[in-house]
């Protein structure tokens, strides 16, 4: 069953895995970052959505400050995540200021 499973995600072309990998916020890339190995675009999504998400939950999750700043979090997240996701879509290696350096710089050594 899991090599059924490899083989269909693995059949998806780059730009599409590249998307799914902020579906699921960081659960996806954790997702992409084990499964995909060679693919250095998806690796790179892949980080780029670790870092991003996991980080904006976390700060979300820091008490009365980021109940206070999720109401202008949550919204903002919603945009960054379709735009992450268009842009993964269309081919792109969109990097974000400082999070995308640093997803590049991790997703070449994280995994192998």
Known sequence: ??????????????????????????V????????????KFVRFHAMQSIVVFLGLTLLMMIPFLGWMLSVFIAPLSLLLWLFLMYKAYQGEKFK???????AEKHSEKFGK
């Open 1 to 26: 069953m899991k090599d059924n499973t490899q083989k269909e995600i693995s059949n998806l072309d780059e730009n599409v895995k590249g998307a799914l990998c902020y579906v699921l916020g960081f």
């Open 28 to 39: 996806s890339g954790i997702f992409f970052m084990l499964t995909e190995k060679e693919n």
């Open 96 to 102: 974000l200021p400082v999070v995308g350096d640093l």
